[in-house]
């Protein structure tokens, strides 16, 4: 398995505050995506990454930012938390259209 | 744009039945095709994958066949096991986005004893 780590694995937050959620792997893929998991929606695609410092917005990303200042980080952030943000998010990384890669995912509730 | 459909569950079966999970897709171009697997508090494991018409993927006695004229990859086992109780999700990919994945809604499995 590629080492993919999400951090934090679970997180409780009030509306209207600011969250980061990290994303770490170690297999220099270049790609990075970030999905949010919905009962009934699957998994939707909010960013990705194609290379440090390059990233475009995927089918959700309205509320949602995202960073990549080295290869090995992909870093998620809701500006301002609200609660149709509640949901679980999973990193994926990916060398080439093959396969992608999943972290164990980040439970966020926002109350 | 591309869209995944894949048949609505939860299905139950008894161990030992045939699985079948219908998936067809709609692409602009010539998508690669996915099923992953996610068992329970768990991420997203690749089951198998087919990236041109006609290829076939297999693992752990899954099967599914890239079929360009009927858009479908649906999912076939021949006797399935409770451990193989879980939710799979059939996904394609294209190169126009970063190779991302796009997702059917995922169809949960439960195989009794």
């Known amino acids: 398995d590629a080492g993919i780590t999400q951090s934090p694995r679970h997180k409780v937050t009030e509306t209207g505050t600011p969250v980061t959620l990290r994303c770490h792997q170690t297999?220099?893929?270049?790609?990075m995506y970030w999905y949010r998991q919905d009962p009934g929606h699957g998994l939707r695609l909010i960013h990705y990454?194609?290379?440090?410092?390059?990233?475009d917005k995927g089918e959700v990303s309205d509320g949602y930012s995202v960073s990549r200042s080295k290869t090995e980080d992909f870093l998620l952030t809701l500006e301002s938390a609200t609660s149709s943000q509640t949901s679980v998010y999973f990193c994926?990384?990916?060398?080439?259209?093959?396969?992608?890669?999943f972290g164990p995912g980040t439970r966020l509730t926002v109350l | 744009g591309d869209s995944v459909t894949q048949m609505e569950g939860p299905v139950t079966l008894s161990e030992e039945a045939f699985l079948t999970i219908n998936c067809t897709y709609t692409a602009t171009g010539y998508p690669s095709l996915f099923w992953y697997v996610q068992y329970p508090g768990e991420g997203l494991q690749l089951l198998l994958k087919a990236t041109k018409a006609d290829d076939k993927g297999s693992n752990k006695g899954f099967e599914a066949t890239y079929r360009k004229e009927t858009t479908s990859f649906h999912l076939e086992k021949g006797s399935v096991q409770v451990s193989d109780s879980a939710v799979y999700f059939c996904?394609?990919?294209?190169?126009?986005?970063?190779?991302?994945?796009?997702f059917g809604k995922g169809t949960s499995l439960l195989v009794t004893p």
């Open positions: 990454s194609y290379g440090v410092k390059d990233t």
């Open positions: 994926a990384t990916s060398d080439t259209y093959n396969e992608q890669f």
């Open positions: 297999e220099n893929h270049r790609y």
């Open positions: 996904a394609l990919s294209e190169d126009d986005s970063g190779y991302a994945l796009n």
